[in-house]
C-alpha cells in the first residue's frame, strides 16, 4: 500500500528543530549585553523571529502522524541546513555587520556546514557576540543538527532512526545502544567534554577566556572559524599543539572514540578506517616537515606540517603559517589532501577514509582478478567481506563527487575567475575544507568571490556536508511519488 508525502510531520519536526536554534540564539544575545554592543537590538529580533517561526511551523503539523518515513527523513536533513542558514543570517543582516543578503547567507552556510571559509575581510573587528555565534553555528553543525535533535524529539513523540540514518557521514553508522536517543546522548556528552578540556586547556596555555571558548568550539566540530583575521598564526606553539591534538581526535569516528573512552581503547586501534586515518595524516605531516625543513631549515618545521596536514585532512582549515609562501610541491600536496577528509561518523569533511581505503582495496582486488580470473577475491575490511551493493555505492559516490567539482569549476570559470583557483574552490567547499590555493589561498577569505560563485559555493557546502546523494534524492521523481 502506499502513503502520501507526510508534510505535516516534516512542518512539526522542523518546527521542533527551529526552536533549538532559537534557544541556541539566546547565548550571543547575551553576550551582546555583556559587552555592551550595539547589536543587543538584532540579536533580540533574531531570537523573537526565529522563535515565533519555530512554533508556527509546529503549529502547521498539528495532529501529524508521529511516524517520521525514510522519504521525509531525506527531506528533513536536507533542508534543516537551509532553514537554520535562513534564521542563522538574520543577526549578521540585521546587525549590519553584513548587510548584503548574499554574504550573510554564504557566512551563516559556511559556518552550519563547517566549511570555515569567510566573507570578513577584518575578523578581529567583529562584535563578541558576532564571533561567538560564528563558531557557535559550527559547533551546531558538526555533530549535525539531526544528530542532537534525535536526543530531544522523542520528547515530542517524534521518532528520530530516518533522521539519524540519513544524517549520519560515511559509509554506515553504528548505535551504540539499542536506543537511537541514547546512542546520539552518548555522542553528543563525549562532544561537549571534548570542547570544554580543549576551551579549559587553551585558557590554562594563555588563550584569552573568549577566545578559548570560541576556538574550542571551531576546533572539535573541524570548523575553523577564528578571532584573529590570521587564524591560529599569532598564537604560541603550545596552543597550536593543543589545538592540532582535538583536530586529530575530532577527525576519528566519535563511537570510536566512546569505546576508547570506556576503557576500550583496542577497539580503535583495531579499526582499519582509524588506522588509515592517523597514518594519513602522520605521513602527510612528516612529507611536509621535510621539505619545510630542507627548503627553509626552520626547527617548527614538525610542527608546522603536522598542523597543516592534519587540519586540511580534517577539513578544519586552521592555519599556523601561510602555506602559499612554500615551494609549489608543497602546497599541492596540501590541496590533494583536501580530497581525503576525516573518518565516518566524525565531524569532518571529504571524501572519508573508508571509502578511500575500500576503493583502494577494490583496485587491487581487480588487479588481482586480472592475474588470476578463476579466482575469487573478496573486498574485505574490518575483517568482514563487503557486499558489492557497498562497493558499489562508494563508486558512484566518487564519480558524483568527482563531477560535482568538475561542473562547480566550470561555472566558477565562467564568473571569471582563474582556473587553479577555481578549482581550489571546489574542492574547499565539497571538502567543507575552507581554504584553498591560489589567490584565496590560506586566507579562507572570499570577499572577493562574485555573487553568481557565492551562492554556488553555498550550494556545494551543502551537498558536501550532506554526503551529495540526501541532497540529490531532493531532485529524484521517486522520491516524490506516491
Not at 570544554?196 to 571558548?213: N, Q, R, S, T, Y
Not at 595524516?281 to 612528516?286: D, M, Q, S, V
Amino acid at each position: 500500500m502506499t502513503r502520501l508525502f507526510n508534510w505535516r510531520i516534516v512542518f512539526k519536526t522542523m518546527g521542533v528543530l527551529t526552536t533549538l536554534e532559537a534557544l541556541f540564539m539566546l547565548v550571543p544575545t547575551f553576550t551582546a549585553w555583556w559587552y555592551d554592543e550595539p547589536d543587543f537590538g538584532a540579536w533580540i529580533v533574531s531570537s523573537a523571529v526565529t522563535w515565533l517561526s519555530s512554533w508556527w511551523m509546529v503549529a502547521a503539523g498539528r495532529k501529524a502522524e508521529k511516524r517520521v518515513g525514510e522519504r521525509e527523513g531525506y527531506v528533513i536533513v536536507a533542508t534543516i541546513w537551509i532553514v537554520y542558514s535562513l534564521f542563522g543570517m538574520l543577526p549578521f543582516w540585521l546587525s549590519g555587520t553584513l548587510p548584503a543578503l548574499t554574504d550573510a547567507w554564504y557566512e551563516t552556510m559556511a559556518g552550519f556546514t563547517t566549511t570555515g571559509s569567510t566573507v570578513f575581510t577584518d575578523v578581529a573587528a567583529q562584535p563578541h557576540s558576532i564571533l561567538l555565534w560564528r563558531s557557535l553555528m559550527q559547533w551546531i553543525g558538526g555533530m549535525g543538527i539531526i544528530v542532537l535533535s534525535v536526543a530531544i524529539l522523542p520528547m515530542f513523540g517524534l521518532g528520530g532512526m530516518q533522521l539519524y540514518s540519513a544524517e549520519v557521514t560515511g559509509v554506515s553508522y553504528e548505535k551504540l545502544s539499542p536506543r537511537i536517543a541514547d546512542t546520539a546522548k552518548h555522542m553528543w556528552i563525549t562532544y561537549i567534554g571534548l570542547t570544554a578540556a580543549e576551551g579549559i586547556l587553551l585558557w590554562l596555555c594563555g588563550m584569552g577566556k573568549f577566545d578559548a571558548v570560541c576556538h574550542a568550539l571551531s576546533t572539535i566540530s573541524t570548523g575553523g572559524f577564528a578571532t584573529h583575521n590570521d587564524s591560529v598564526m599569532s598564537f604560541g606553539p603550545a596552543i597550536q599543539w593543543i589545538i592540532l591534538v582535538f583536530m586529530l581526535l575530532s577527525g576519528i569516528n566519535f563511537t570510536q572514540l566512546i569505546y576508547a573512552f570506556r576503557g576500550k581503547p583496542q577497539r580503535m586501534f583495531r579499526d582499519e578506517e582509524t588506522r588509515w586515518y592517523v597514518c594519513a595524516c602522520l605521513i602527510a605531516g612528516i612529507v611536509l616537515a621535510i621539505g619545510l625543513l630542507i627548503t627553509t631549515g626552520k626547527l617548527d618545521s614538525f610542527r608546522l606540517g603536522l598542523f597543516t596536514s592534519i587540519a586540511t585532512i580534517t577539513s578544519t582549515g586552521f592555519v599556523a603559517t601561510d602555506y602559499m609562501l612554500w615551494p609549489p610541491v608543497l602546497w599541492v600536496i596540501v590541496f590533494f589532501l583536501m580530497f581525503t577528509g576525516g573518518a565516518s561518523g566524525s565531524t569532518a569533511g571529504g571524501m572519508k577514509w573508508v571509502r578511500l581505503a575500500i576503493f583502494a582495496k577494490a583496485a587491487n582486488a581487480e588487479i588481482q582478478r586480472r592475474i588470476h580470473p578463476n579466482a575469487v577475491i573478496p573486498v574485505r575490511f574490518n575483517g568482514h567481506t563487503l557486499r558489492e551493493q557497498t562497493t558499489s555505492n562508494i563508486m558512484a559516490f566518487m564519480f558524483f563527487y568527482l563531477a560535482i567539482i568538475v561542473l562547480a569549476t566550470l561555472w566558477f570559470c565562467g564568473c571569471g575567475i582563474g582556473f587553479d583557483e577555481s578549482l581550489g574552490i571546489a574542492v574547499s567547499m565539497i571538502g567543507n575544507v575552507g581554504v584553498s590555493i591560489g589567490q584565496w589561498g590560506s586566507s579562507g577569505c572570499y570577499a572577493a568571490l562574485p555573487v553568481a560563485a557565492k551562492w554556488v559555493a553555498t550550494f556545494v557546502m551543502l551537498i558536501g556536508r550532506l554526503e551529495i546523494f540526501t541532497v540529490l534524492l531532493l531532485f529524484s521523481r521517486a522520491l516524490w511519488k506516491k
